[in-house]
């Protein structure tokens, strides 16, 4: 069975980065998800696989998220996954 990935509509693939990529890093906002767009619609392109998405908004965007730090939530603190607590 040929491992064929599949093609989504860039609308699809722009939703997709951002919500889960953007939002959950620091310095989320609208203005980043508008340049977001802009930069994809760019391409002239309609349809690509995900993996194509991410690469091309890295290179144009130097887009690369800084992890949010979650110092107040007592789950993370209980699990280790925060430095403080």
């Known amino acids: 069975m040929d491992n064929i990935k ?3 509509k ?3 693939l722009i939703n997709w980065y951002f919500g889960n990529f953007c939002v959950k890093h620091k310095h ?10 802009r930069t ?3 391409w002239n392109i309609p349809e690509m696989t ?14 690369f998220p800084v992890k949010r730090e979650f110092h107040h939530c007592f789950i ?3 699990l280790g ?4 607590g």
């Open 10 to 12: 860039i609308d699809h």
């Open 6 to 8: 599949r093609i989504y």
């Open 50 to 63: 995900h993996k194509e998405f991410v690469f091309r908004i890295k290179q144009e965007l130097k887009c």
């Open 28 to 37: 989320c906002t609208k203005e980043h998800y508008q340049e977001l767009k």
């Open 76 to 78: 993370c603190r209980k």
């Open 81 to 84: 996954i925060t430095n403080k």
């Open 40 to 42: 994809a619609f760019s």
